[in-house]
T-cell receptor, first 111, second 113 residues
Framework: TQLLEQSPQFLSIQEGENLTVYCNSSSVFSSLQWYRQEPGEGPVLLVTVVTGGEVKKLKRLTFQFGDARKDSSLHITAAQPGDTGLYLCAGAEVRGNKLVFGAGTILRVKS | EAGVAQSPRYKIIEKRQSVAFWCNPISGHATLYWYQQILGQGPKLLIQFQNNGVVDDSQLPKDRFSAERLKGVDSTLKIQPAKLEDSAVYLC???????????FGQGTRLTVV
């Protein structure tokens, strides 16, 4: 099983600040997905990146897939309290068919 | 489009008791996943079905956990007997095909006392 490491584990910031969450692996993934999970709910897909070097923007969120398809980052600009939650990256294995999750980054945005 | 349905939402049992969770995936989704999520951690894959066949169950504690997906639609996950460390949220997810976007249910929060 390919491992995905997320950093940081916890992040507490003030409203309006910028932040970046990282997802790293030594293995190659065919695609990588970012999810956001709120307490008491299941994860909800934010974006899927497929091509090495790909950059996708979703309002204030920018997602990047590494050139080698081993790592990804999520950048949030001008964070808002509504961004608070658990951010998970998940990689689709190149060999095999599993969707493997990282441990997640807990983000808290204070107003 | 109806989402992934799971029941029950919450369950409290004593250790050594049995428990079963039910999942109804999105209609037409061939792939079904069961994940275990311990508080503060990311989801850990327990078992993955493609239609009614098992694709991966390498991390399923088979001495106490079992899962089935009869007719390739609904699925049940059973724990017998439960241990204290089984306390977690059990998430069911489905996707159209393997490695495509996974849609999650709200999960079942299990507390073993």
């Amino acid at each position: 099983t390919q491992l995905l490491e997320q950093s940081p584990q916890f992040l507490s910031i003030q409203e309006g600040e910028n932040l970046t969450v990282y997802c790293n692996s030594s293995s190659v993934f065919s695609s990588l997905q970012w999810y956001r999970q709120e307490p008491g709910e299941g994860p909800v897909l934010l974006v899927t990146v497929v091509t090495g070097g790909e950059v996708k923007k979703l309002k204030r969120l920018t997602f990047q897939f590494g050139d080698a398809r081993k790592d990804s980052s999520l950048h949030i600009t001008a964070a808002q309290p509504g961004d608070t939650g658990l951010y998970l990256c998940a990689g689709a294995e190149v060999r095999g068919n599993k969707l493997v999750f990282g441990a997640g980054t807990i983000l808290r945005v204070k107003s | 489009e109806a989402g992934v349905a799971q029941s029950p939402r919450y369950k409290i049992i004593e250790k050594r008791q049995s428990v079963a969770f039910w999942c109804n995936p999105i209609s037409g989704h061939a792939t079904l996943y069961w994940y275990q999520q311990i508080l503060g951690q990311g989801p850990k894959l327990l078992i993955q079905f493609q239609n009614n066949g098992v694709v991966d169950d390498s991390q399923l504690p088979k001495d106490r956990f079992s899962a089935e997906r009869l007719k390739g639609v609904d699925s049940t996950l059973k724990i017998q007997p439960a241990k204290l460390e089984d306390s977690a949220v059990y998430l069911c997810a489905s996707s159209l095909q393997e490695n495509t976007e996974a849609f999650f249910g709200q999960g079942t929060r299990l507390t073993v006392v």
